[in-house]
Nanobody
Framework: QVQLVESGGGLVQAGGSLRLSCAAS????????MGWYRQAPGKQRELVAA???????NYADSVMGRFTISRDNAKNAVYLQMNSLKPEDTGVYYC?????????WGQGTKVTVSS
């Protein structure tokens, strides 16, 4: 089993920055992918950014150039640096880990960007 715990959400003004962190524990294999999804009020959950254990990344078009995903394999941790935040970035952000055909989810951390 895998457990994911996020931290770093909060309230920020438009144009500000936040850094989300996620720590994974449990049965974690060396080859995996970690990422961040978000769900805005009334909308479907969407992928924000992902990173493989080899360091390959991909981003949603809406956050390209503003968000940076990184990871620390030794700590089984993933981070999301969010800059130039916009009100439309508001939502609950979920950390994920994918391995061996399964995806695990954290409990989510709320991000609110005020205009």
């Amino acid at each position: 089993q895998v457990q994911l715990v996020e931290s770093g959400g909060g309230l920020v003004q438009a144009g500000g920055s936040l850094r989300l962190s996620c720590a994974a524990s449990g049965s974690i294999f060396s080859i995996n992918a970690m990422g961040w999804y978000r769900q805005a009020p009334g909308k479907q959950r969407e992928l924000v950014a992902a990173i493989t254990s080899a360091g390959s990344t991909n981003y949603a078009d809406s956050v390209m150039g503003r968000f940076t995903i990184s990871r620390d394999n030794a700590k089984n941790a993933v981070y999301l640096q969010m800059n130039s935040l916009k009100p439309e970035d508001t939502g609950v952000y979920y950390c994920t880990l994918q391995q061996l055909g399964r995806i695990y989810w954290g409990q989510g951390t709320k991000v609110t960007v005020s205009s």
